[in-house]
């Protein structure tokens, strides 16, 4: 066994100095994109936002503490209670369900809902004002579910410094599960203050590493992706199919121009080519208007429903293009040839040229690509395994690893050897 987190309750005045320190990495944070007078006016703004918040907690704590739900191991904390119904974390949900461990799930909720609520209770030592609400609505989550386990989605949270404190001083563990690469240029991505942080592989820490800004210490852990099964251990396609699957970007990235003439450009490829069929595997969060009125025009355009599987759609794709999405590693994982396409202006954060080739910019380009991949698919097969390689371990093994780590801590707060992991400082 490996050393794992040592739990010590937090000393006297823990809340207020964590408070403080978040004070200065929230100014550090807007000074790495805003000159001063723009990072004071936001400082300020925030600070006042949350001073609102905090008096509105204050006025409104209970007076009693309210009565706790049953223990469970573990608390799942969404980022939002719409992200609940997607069920993107169903199979490790499932898999610790099954294991005989009783899981929990609830969401974050705005200011407003936790006030309305009175989802408050006094936090044991003195925090100032301005995040009193972030820490009374911590301290509540933790009193009121008793996790074993806290695993947290959301990235960049001001209320994760506050569920370590609350967690800690009972002597548990806040876990953060990445839900994707920690790859891109998100500030949220600046904060680390948890106990645990399971990583999809080399790249996601090598990456949050040289990130200039950290706030709070973590033991970062290769435990790779939790959303991958041996569902995406498929045989190589046959390279005379000629199916295309493509890869859908987020929601907010589909509003960008860059984007939209990617989506552009392959929409008018495929109703050049009707030889093709062209599957959609757009964002779960996406309403797909795009890509409904192509599939609408384009007889061999079909858009795949919301909650189907991606494993099922590789296997009926004998090529995958991907943009900017992270369903690029399952498609790699899956044998599946990779074709990058992208003419926006964002940088390849996947370094998908490196292991692929150029990007492709034009309908000639992408006939000529799929043409020599058709010629020699063997080849084209193989280069996605460095890809896997380099971004992610464990490989489709990536959701019993992570429910297997996850019952290690709950058991005795230590990793089994063999699993990668380093103490990552913060720099704030």
């Known amino acids: 066994?490996?050393?794992?987190?040592?739990?010590?309750p937090p000393p006297e005045g823990a809340w207020?100095?964590?408070?403080?320190?978040?004070?200065?990495?929230?100014w550090r944070l807007l000074r790495e994109r805003h000159a001063w007078p723009g990072a004071a006016l936001r400082f300020c703004r925030d600070a006042l936002l949350d001073l609102i918040f905090g008096i509105r907690?204050?006025?409104?704590?209970?007076k009693a503490r309210p009565p706790g739900g049953e223990s469970c191991a573990f608390l799942l904390l969404h980022s939002g209670p719409k992200m609940i119904p997607l069920q993107r974390k169903k199979q490790l949900i499932e898999?610790?369900?099954g294991a005989g461990h009783r899981l929990v799930e609830t969401a974050?909720?705005?200011?407003?809902?936790?006030?309305?609520?009175?989802?408050?209770?006094?936090p044991p030592q003195p925090v100032p004002l301005r995040y009193f609400g972030y820490a009374a609505y911590a301290e509540w989550l933790v009193a009121q579910h008793d996790p074993q386990v806290l695993l947290n989605d959301r990235n960049g949270s001001l209320y994760s410094p506050f569920l370590r404190l609350s967690l800690a001083r009972r002597r548990r563990l806040l876990v953060q599960l990445a839900h994707a690469t920690t790859l891109e240029d998100s500030r949220r991505l600046s904060m680390t203050d948890y106990d645990y942080y399971f990583l999809f592989g080399r790249s996601s820490l090598d990456a949050l590493r040289a990130r200039r800004l950290r706030f709070g210490d973590t033991q970062a852990v290769l435990s790779g992706s939790h959303l991958i099964d041996r569902a995406y251990d498929l045989p190589p396609a046959d390279g005379a199919v000629r199916t295309l699957l493509i890869l859908g970007v987020g929601p907010d990235r589909e509003k960008e121009a860059g984007y939209l003439h990617t989506y552009a450009l392959l929409r008018d490829w495929a109703a050049s080519h009707p030889e093709y069929r062209v599957l959609v595997k757009t964002h779960p969060r996406s309403r797909m208007p795009f890509w409904r009125e192509a599939a609408g025009r384009h007889a061999n355009i079909e858009?795949?429903?919301?909650?189907?599987?991606?494993a099922e759609a590789l296997g009926r794709a004998s090529v995958a293009v991907n943009i900017m999405s992270n369903a690029v590693i399952e498609a790699a994982l899956a044998q599946r040839p990779i074709v990058y396409c992208n003419l926006g202006s964002e940088q390849d954060i996947f370094s998908q040229e490196r292991f692929f080739g150029a990007g492709v910019t034009s309908?000639?380009?992408?006939?000529?690509?799929?043409?020599?991949?058709?010629?020699?698919?063997?080849?084209?097969?193989?280069?996605?395994?460095a890809f896997i390689q380099h971004h992610l371990v464990h490989g489709v093994e990536g959701l019993a690893t992570t429910r297997r780590l996850l019952e290690a801590l709950l058991a005795d707060a230590q990793l089994p050897e063999g699993v990668e992991q380093c103490r990552l400082p913060g720099t704030h």
Do not use: T
């Not at 974050?108 to 006094?122: E, F, H, K, T, Y």
């Not at 858009?303 to 991606?310: E, M, T, Y």
């Open 1 to 8: 066994m490996s050393e794992g987190v040592r739990i010590v």
């Open 16 to 26: 207020l100095h964590k408070a403080r320190r978040l004070d200065r990495y929230r």
């Open 57 to 62: 907690a204050h006025l409104y704590l209970p």
């Open 95 to 97: 898999a610790l369900h």
């Open 108 to 122: 974050l909720v705005d200011s407003r809902a936790v006030i309305a609520g009175r989802l408050l209770a006094r």
């Open 303 to 310: 858009v795949l429903p919301a909650g189907s599987s991606l």
């Open 363 to 385: 309908q000639e380009g992408l006939r000529q690509r799929l043409l020599d991949i058709e010629q020699d698919y063997a080849r084209y097969v193989e280069r996605p395994r």
